[in-house]
């Protein structure tokens, strides 16, 4: 099961690109990289998810080198509403269970006026 | 499509209590996990149900139990409730080439 490691937080400013980066050395050729976000009392809510090179929605984009070893999610011009932790997980998802997935500690990212 | 939802949403009970907790799948997912989330253990996975066999199962005391119905709705029963029990719960579903999608959650405070 890949482990995968953040740093446990992050501050910025509104407007701000913020950029997380996500370690996962042993990650497996069948797995993919799945971006989480969650509010406090709430469940995590699915930002992104993406196996190689870049994926972009409406949200965030995804970047993940040739080697898979690391991935970063990128949010454009964050907001004070963007203040939340975010989970990165490596996992065989499109394989169909969940019972891999392991949650790190994630990302607290402040955002401030 | 409607997303998960979890039921109740919040719950109080004692010690020694036992408690259910229902989630509803969103439309097509045969697949649905069952989390608890604490501040110092964060999110761990309790279980995974597909098809109404259970196809995983986390670390956790036998106190510990759910099931999944044939519409894929399933619920989870924690038995001889303790305090360390109280936590957020949370159900996720998921079909075969999506990830998991998680609902509202369930607060548990046990007194």
């Known amino acids: 099961l890949a482990k995968t490691t953040q740093p446990i937080s992050m501050d910025s400013y509104e407007g701000q690109e913020v950029n997380i980066t996500c370690s996962h050395n042993?990650?497996?050729?069948?797995?993919?990289i799945t971006w989480y976000q969650q509010f406090p009392s709430q469940g995590p809510r699915f930002i992104i998810q993406?196996?190689?090179t870049k994926v972009t929605n409406e949200v965030a984009s995804l970047f993940i080198p040739a080697d898979r070893k690391s991935s970063t999610l990128s949010l454009p011009r964050v907001s004070l509403s963007d203040t939340a932790v975010y989970y990165c997980?490596?996992?065989?998802?499109?394989?169909?269970?969940?019972?891999?997935?392991?949650f790190g500690k994630g990302t607290k990212l402040s955002v401030k006026p | 499509k409607a997303g998960v939802t979890q039921t109740p949403r919040y719950l109080i009970k004692t010690r020694g209590q036992q408690v259910t907790l229902s989630c509803s799948p969103i439309?097509?997912?045969?697949?649905v996990s069952w989390y608890q989330q604490t501040p110092g253990q964060g999110l761990q996975f309790l279980f995974e149900?597909?098809?109404?066999?259970?196809?995983n199962k986390g670390n956790f005391p036998g106190r510990f139990s759910g099931r999944q119905f044939s519409n894929s709705r399933s619920e989870m029963n924690v038995s001889t409730l303790e305090l360390g029990d109280s936590a957020l719960y949370l159900c996720?579903?998921?079909?075969?080439?999506?990830?998991?999608?998680f609902g509202p959650g369930t607060r548990l405070l046990v007194l």
């Open positions: 997980l490596v996992g065989d998802i499109h394989g169909g269970s969940q019972g891999n997935l392991i």
């Open positions: 149900y597909f098809s109404e066999t259970q196809r």
């Open positions: 996720a579903s998921s079909s075969s080439g999506t990830p998991p999608y």
């Open positions: 993406g196996y190689k």
């Open positions: 439309s097509g997912h045969r697949s």
């Open positions: 042993n990650i497996a050729t069948n797995d993919y």
